[in-house]
């Protein structure tokens, strides 16, 4: 099946734009009470290795979408196979130290916590609103949670399946079965 011209697709863009603002309005300002927490202890913050920072850029999958930057895990795992890939990890590593420390300038943080909105057609003529995040932010993401697995399945266990358990949730499924 052909795309509509592309006149009808300029018309249903204002629809489409509507639909996606429906669901996902614009976020109210954070409440005054939450702003003065500042970043956590750095006791409780891990410290993250380039090694560790590398491993979570490759596990990004290959052509997985890209944030409002444009940055792309790719690009990532491209830069860390250059020549430079070892200065590219250090640098890489300083800056996701900086992220999960809480250290970064407030003015980066609309950029960081953004994310690209794209819309998928869905049957009946609705959207499916699908939210891309920033990859830096993805990358920190992950790089704490990589860090925090051994901890969070020891605090979560046996209660909660779907946290550092490999095949957990299929577990949990297969015992409400029987």
């Known amino acids: 099946m052909r795309p509509p011209p592309t006149c009808c697709r300029r018309r249903a863009l204002p629809c489409v734009l509507d639909k996606l603002r429906a669901k996902h309005p614009r ?9 003065p927490l500042g970043p956590p202890a750095r006791t409780d913050v891990p410290d993250i290795a380039a090694a560790d920072v590398v491993a979570a850029a490759r596990s990004f999958r290959r052509g ?3 944030g409002p930057s444009v940055l792309r895990g790719d690009h990532l795992r491209e830069a860390l196979g250059s020549a430079h890939g070892d200065e590219v990890a250090a640098h890489l590593a300083e800056v996701v130290q900086l992220l999960v420390r809480g250290d970064a ?3 980066v943080a609309p950029h960081l916590a953004g994310a690209a909105l794209h819309a998928l057609p869905k049957y009946g003529g609705d959207v499916r609103p699908i939210a891309v995040g920033e990859t830096l932010r993805r990358l920190a993401s992950k790089c704490l ?10 605090w979560l266990s046996p209660l909660q399946l779907g946290v550092a358990v490999s095949l957990g949730a299929e577990a949990a499924v297969h015992t409400a079965r029987h």
Do not use: D, K, M
Not at 28 to 35: C, E, I, V, W
Not at 145 to 154: H, Y
């Open 64 to 66: 997985s979408a890209a």
């Open 105 to 107: 300038p407030l003015e």
């Open 27 to 35: 976020a109210q300002p954070a409440r005054a009470a939450l702003l």
């Open 145 to 154: 949670c990589q860090a925090v697995r051994e901890p969070a399945q020891r």
